[in-house]
T-cell receptor, first 114, second 110 residues
């Protein structure tokens, strides 16, 4: 297990299309987070899971965004009807459940909406 | 939710000098404060962290201090080296969610 992996690493799409990103966390990590990062900004919290349960979703997150973690392992983040403002780096991170554990980040999936 | 503010946004120092980055947070319930280093095009990586029951922690050339009363914490890097050049993010853990500052771009001039 080499860490958190995300794919695709880069995605270019046209406005209005749907895109899906996948995250495979570190295998023993119960918690999985999605963040969005734009140039020059810190990661912005989107949502997080504890096992398969989605415990919280940012109020800033549009209804066009949905995330799943069906078996408590990998997770997907889908963006429907993409807009140019969705262009960003989407980071996945995982951590262990007990205590405020360290976040391990993936390399990210960069989305460009034309 | 939690609000984390970070200053300065850019910091330029001469090699060998010290660098200090400061963060404030808004929710006294936040209890864990990590610092991440992100090099261009790479993932953020943890460099040091501190929990709310500790006032200071040091790891070689880096140290973090926490003032719970004032709700601020700082990263100190001594004897800076060119490889310290990167963007540094502070974060606060609030009910299992991590909130990040906007980042400090540190440039260490040789």
């Amino acid at each position: 297990d080499t860490g958190v992996s995300q794919n695709p690493r880069h995605k270019i799409t046209k406005r209005g299309q749907n895109v899906t990103f996948r995250c495979d966390p570190i295998s023993e990590h119960n918690r999985l987070y999605w963040y969005r990062q734009t140039l020059g900004q810190g990661p912005e919290f989107l949502t997080y899971f504890q096992n398969e349960a989605q415990l919280e979703k940012s109020r800033l997150l549009s209804d066009r965004f949905s995330a799943e973690r069906p078996k408590g392992s990998f997770s997907t983040l889908e963006i429907q009807r993409t807009e140019q403002g969705d262009s960003a780096m989407y980071l996945c991170a995982s951590s262990q459940m007990y205590g405020a554990g360290e976040l391990f980040f993936g390399e990210g999936s960069r989305l460009t909406v034309l | 939710g939690e609000n984390v503010e970070q200053h300065p946004s850019t910091l330029s120092v001469q090699e060998g000098d010290s660098a200090v980055i400061k963060c404030t947070y808004s929710d006294s319930a936040s209890n864990y404060f990590p610092w991440y280093k992100q090099e261009l095009g790479k993932r953020p990586q943890l460099i040091i962290d501190i929990r709310s029951n500790v006032g200071e922690k040091k790891d070689q050339r880096i140290a973090v201090t926490l003032n719970k009363t004032a709700k601020h914490f700082s990263l100190h890097i001594t004897e800076t080296q060119p490889e310290d050049s990167a963007v540094y993010f502070c974060a606060a853990n609030n009910f299992n969610k991590f909130y990040f500052g906007s980042g400090t771009k540190l440039n260490v001039k040789p």
